[in-house]
């Protein structure tokens, strides 16, 4: 079993829904971290978090420790937000373990 | 803003050719890291450097190598390609917890 979990693996909206990708874990962690990765490969860093919530702009990254879960949400959805969505969590220093990622397709 | 660097975006390789995947990053961060990326199974680690010249094996070593002469450069060493190292390659480099990514090298054995 993958120490990271996410759901759903794939996810199609329409374009104003509001979208929840999750993340849960089973391991003890001292960050948790939301990726972005586009069609051609390029990654890059949405949200660290190790507790509470953090919004920027239409996005927002919740963790809850003590239930090892994260959500993300992503308001007025947009078909620029399709993507793959990859949930990471650290365990130490250079000890990263990543989910599989959620692919999301939001259509116009 | 950091930029992480890879120095392909797309190869095609012929088994048991060398493979060099080299990549660059310009923020003196000290660890730098190489994953491969299958569909299914996420991101896995193969090789991470903490500093010149010190390597740590990851999770898939096996058929990798790499080499750290210097900061700023991290390279992955495919010492014989075989058609199950057709992959996605990312690297990345951290500090202060923050990990950036390169754009990715899509690597195909044929």
């Known amino acids: 079993k993958n120490e990271v979990e996410q759901s759903p693996q794939n996810l199609t909206a329409q374009e104003g829904e509001f979208i929840t990708i999750n993340c849960s874990y089973s391991?003890?962690?001292?960050?948790l971290h939301w990726l972005q990765q586009h069609p051609g490969g390029g990654i890059v860093s949405l949200f660290m978090?190790?507790?509470g919530k953090k919004k920027h702009g239409r996005l927002i990254a919740t963790i809850n420790i003590q239930e090892k879960h994260s959500s993300l949400h992503i308001t007025a959805s947009h078909p620029r937000d399709s993507a793959v969505y990859i949930c990471?969590?650290?365990?130490?220093?250079?000890?990263?373990?990543f989910g599989a990622g959620t692919r999301l397709t939001v259509k116009p | 803003d950091v930029k992480v660097t890879q120095s392909s975006r797309y190869l095609v390789k012929r088994t048991g050719e060398k493979v060099f995947l080299e990549c660059v990053q310009d923020m003196d961060h000290e660890n730098m890291f190489w994953y491969r990326q299958d569909p299914g199974l996420g991101l896995r680690l193969i090789y991470f450097?903490?500093?010149?010249?010190?390597?740590e094996k990851g999770d898939i070593p096996e058929g990798y190598s790499v080499s750290r002469e210097k900061k700023e450069r991290f390279s992955l060493i495919l010492e014989s390609a075989s058609t199950n190292q057709t992959s996605m390659y990312l690297c990345a480099s951290s500090a202060s917890g923050q990990a950036f990514f390169g754009q990715g090298t899509r690597l195909t054995v044929v």
């Open positions: 978090l190790s507790s």
């Open positions: 450097s903490y500093d010149v010249k010190m390597k």
């Open positions: 391991v003890g962690i001292s960050a």
């Open positions: 990471a969590v650290r365990r130490g220093n250079n000890d990263m373990r």
